[in-house]
């Protein structure tokens, strides 16, 4: 079973359009991360937000914000006005601890944004 | 300061080759992660280092691939005998400390077998 699914495969929008990026997650851990990711054209992750499991409180960087939600799972991401350069895909993922070496990371199968002109 | 680094960007080889891939982490950091990504797919875990060793090695897929991390900060993932089924990106990402430490990615390596 996917451990974070992402069920919206591609979104369009016209610019100045806000969106939402749905992620859902599964963990039967206390204790875990989830994360946004970034990936434009060019092909490189780039980190966008991390958020910890017994912090729910949503927050808001610019244009962007998140929604925590551990009663449904989900760790949605919104993008307000959206831009051109907005236009890339978004993956979410889940960090689950592994004994006392570390954590494991698991991704989704992403959201390609195309931000319409 | 330089982020991670890939080497090479790509790398075009015949199936049964053997290929190696390299990573240069952020200075300092200690954790390394090996992902493949396949083409309109999230990346997919490979090997974790925590130092010189691998602390989760579970997502390899078979004893074709290998990695290693020597001196706890470069590290080179090997392939051997490539398939054409192993072609994908292969990306690295480097964390300061242990796991919970957000990820930071390289460009990564784009591998084509034919």
């Known amino acids: 079973a996917q451990k974070v699914t992402q069920a919206q495969t591609e979104i369009s929008v016209v610019e100045k359009e806000d969106v939402t990026l749905d992620c859902v997650y599964e963990?039967?851990?206390?204790?875990?991360?989830l994360f946004w990711y970034k990936q434009p054209p060019s092909g490189e992750l780039v980190f966008l937000i991390r958020?910890?499991?017994?912090?729910?409180q949503n927050e808001i960087s610019g244009r962007y914000s998140w929604n925590f939600q551990k009663s449904t799972s989900s760790f949605n991401f919104t993008i307000t006005a959206s831009q051109v350069v907005d236009s890339a895909v978004y993956f979410c993922?889940?960090?689950?601890?592994?004994?006392?070496?570390?954590?494991?990371?698991?991704f989704g199968t992403g959201t390609s944004l195309t931000v319409i002109p | 300061g330089a982020g991670v680094s890939q080497t090479p960007s790509n790398k075009v080889t015949e199936k049964g080759k053997y290929v190696e891939l390299r990573c240069d982490p952020i200075?300092?950091?200690?954790?390394l992660y090996w992902y493949r990504q396949s083409l309109g797919q999230g990346p997919e875990f490979l090997i974790y280092?925590?130092?010189?060793?691998?602390?989760?090695d579970s997502g390899l897929p078979n004893d074709r691939f290998f990695a290693v991390r020597p001196e706890g900060s470069v590290s080179t993932l090997k392939i051997q005998r490539t398939e054409r089924g192993d072609s994908a990106v292969y990306l690295c990402?480097?964390?300061?400390?242990?796991?919970?430490?957000?990820?930071?990615f390289g460009p990564g390596t784009r591998l084509t077998v034919l």
């Open positions: 963990t039967r851990d206390t204790t875990y991360y």
């Open positions: 200075s300092g950091h200690t954790a």
């Open positions: 280092f925590q130092g010189t060793g691998a602390a989760d």
């Open positions: 990402a480097s964390t300061p400390g242990q796991g919970t430490d957000t990820q930071y």
């Open positions: 958020r910890n499991s017994f912090d729910e």
């Open positions: 993922a889940l960090s689950e601890p592994i004994s006392n070496t570390g954590n494991q990371f698991y």
